[in-house]
Structure formats: C-alpha cells, structure tokens
C-alpha cells in the first residue's frame, strides 16, 4: 500500500470519528446554554417567591381588613342594641 492510499485510509477512518467528537466550541456553547437555563431557572423561582410572598401579604391585608370591618359592625351592633334598651 502506498502512503498516499494509507493516508487516504487513515483519513477516511479518522475523520468521521472525529467529527462526531465535540469540538471545544460545541461544549463551550452548550456549557454557556446550561448556565443560561440555569439563570432562568433561577429567575424563575425567585420571580415564584416574591409572588407567592405577594399573595400571602395581600391575604393577610384582606383577613385584617375584614376583623377591623368585623369589628366595626359588632360595635354598631352593640351601640344599636343599646339604644333600643334605652
């Protein structure tokens, strides 16, 4: 065999190889995409969070409205209730 058809041989063995191999570009952009995803993820939860804590505060806000409410009408009850006494 000459050295220009075992060239061409080892050639056409090694290079379908090693295109199927990922080059340091391809694992650079898919660590980047990975880091990328992360952030949002990240983001994601955090953006969860803060509604969440959003909804708890503006139950709270509600349930404390309605008591003082409560309140208010228990004590317009309780004034009307002795006005007819009297």
Request: overall charge positive.
């Amino acid at each position: 065999m000459t050295r220009v058809a075992f060239c061409i041989l080892l050639l056409s063995i090694a290079l379908p190889a090693a295109a199927q191999q990922p080059s340091e570009w391809d694992r650079t952009n898919a660590e980047i995409r990975r880091m990328e995803q992360e952030r949002e993820m990240r983001q994601l939860d955090f953006q969860r969070r803060q509604d969440e804590e959003s909804r708890r505060q503006d139950a709270e806000r509600r349930r404390a409205n309605e008591e003082e409410r409560q309140r208010a009408r228990d004590m317009e009850q309780r004034r009307q209730d002795d006005q007819r006494r009297r």
